[in-house]
């Protein structure tokens, strides 16, 4: 230690660290002419527990989590060759298009959400194109959630559905099912809410639904997205 | 002080969702209970909203994919705060590429610099925001421990496994940090 130095400067060398240790401090750093400085640290620990505390996450957070997961499953079932060929976004809407109709893994929990194409005219389809004209059939299973809702948006904006005992959705038992025209351009994106107590009523936007239904303690799964070319 | 700490029954509710095998119940609760936090921790790790906004995401979307494999060798908090780290990390590395504003610690101006105290901008600054300010031109790995530390409560042992280094490490890594802050912020015309 340099002779030169000054009480500050070794507590500011030796004594922090003493404290970071959990140590107590030496005699010498009790000394009077460090309770400034000692003030000084202390205000700044204290002042570092608050940094950030205005940051909170944006409003629909968790539910772009659990559709990027969904995505990133989707691509793992039929194959990561598809991002090598193509950009990462238009990947991921390409996986969950081809995956229409592909049922929830047995990970995903009681609640699951099944999306099927049925196309103008003829049986239901998996894995292609859904055009104007065709009909979303979702089939979920909701357990024994006293309140269960499907919902479908267009392009994240717009609320075509929302229906859970009274049609197009027709409950039986733990099984809730809807048919849905798809009349226009666009992709579509369905969500089942499960709840025991009421669910918030719907300001007509995927992000800020699926946020205050979260919010709410509602347990929200989404479907694979559709899109209607 | 975080009070995450004292709270053990996420970690509970979560394992005993885990022990049934529905990550997805896991999940929710961890993004419940955690998910602010996290978001602080990614907002000033990064240094920039958009960055840290896909970290705090990609966290949560390893996390699930992860979970299924989670040893119990730590707390989820301090396993949570490890993908954290390794996003924010990278995010951060993507920010200094696109703006260059990063300076090592020993690097810090030991002067005021005359574009950051102007009056007017004094006048109307927050303590918080220019010791965030301070903490964003600490070099990442200096950062990472203090906001650990300091803004996440972190204990050295926890911290030691989410930065896979020794505590002393750490520990000197946040005391050498303690006077590099002080000045900076007293470079602001700010006395604490």
Request: charged share 25%; with cysteine.
């Amino acid at each position: 230690m340099n002779a030169s130095m000054s009480r500050e400067e070794r507590f500011e060398q030796v004594g922090l660290l003493q404290i970071e240790q959990g140590e107590a401090l030496g005699d010498d750093f009790a000394h009077p002419e460090l309770a400034a400085t000692r003030r000084t640290y202390g205000a700044l620990r204290q002042a570092l527990t608050t940094v950030g505390e205005e940051a909170s996450p944006p409003a629909g957070w968790e539910a772009r989590v659990f559709a990027t997961i969904a995505r990133r499953k989707s691509a793992r079932r039929r194959g990561g060759w598809l991002r090598l060929l193509i950009p990462a976004g238009a990947a991921a809407a390409l996986a969950a298009l081809l995956l229409v109709g592909t049922p929830p893994g047995p990970d995903e929990g009681v609640a699951t959400l099944t999306v099927r194409v049925e196309a103008g005219a003829g049986p239901a389809r998996r894995g292609s194109e859904a055009h104007p004209g065709d009909r979303l059939r979702l089939e979920a299973r909701t357990g024994d959630a006293a309140h269960a809702e499907l919902r479908v948006y267009r392009s994240d904006r717009e609320l075509v559905l929302r229906c859970s005992t009274a049609p197009p959705c027709v409950r039986q038992g733990q099984t809730l099912r809807a048919d849905v025209p798809l009349p226009a351009l666009g992709t579509y994106q369905s969500l089942l809410l499960l709840s025991d107590s009421p669910l918030p009523a719907p300001a007509g936007t995927l992000d800020a639904d699926a946020g205050s239904a979260l919010e709410a303690g509602a347990h929200v799964t989404l479907g694979d997205e559709v899109s209607v070319q | 002080m975080s009070a995450a700490l004292s709270a053990p029954p996420a970690e509970d509710e979560a394992l005993e969702a885990l022990e049934r095998g529905d990550r997805k119940a896991a999940l929710t609760v961890l993004m419940r209970d955690y998910g602010a936090t996290l978001y602080r921790y990614c907002c000033k790790m990064v240094g920039n909203n958009d960055l840290a906004e896909e970290a705090h995401q990609m966290t949560f979307v390893q996390a699930y994919e992860g979970l299924a494999r989670f040893a119990g060798r730590s707390s989820l908090r301090t396993w949570l705060f490890g993908i954290a780290r390794h996003r924010c990390l990278d995010a951060a590395k993507i920010a200094r590429r696109r703006s260059r504003r990063f300076e090592l610690v020993d690097e810090l101006p030991e002067s005021p610099d005359e574009a950051e105290v102007a009056e007017d901008e004094l006048a109307g600054r927050d303590l918080r925001q220019a010791l965030g300010r301070c903490i964003d031109k600490l070099a990442p790995a200096v950062r990472t421990a203090v906001l650990l530390r300091y803004q996440q409560d972190i204990s050295y042992p926890d911290m030691a496994q989410i930065c896979k280094a020794r505590p002393a490490t750490l520990q000197a890594r946040v005391a050498r940090a303690m006077p590099v802050l002080r000045r900076c912020m007293e470079n602001q015309g700010l006395r604490l």
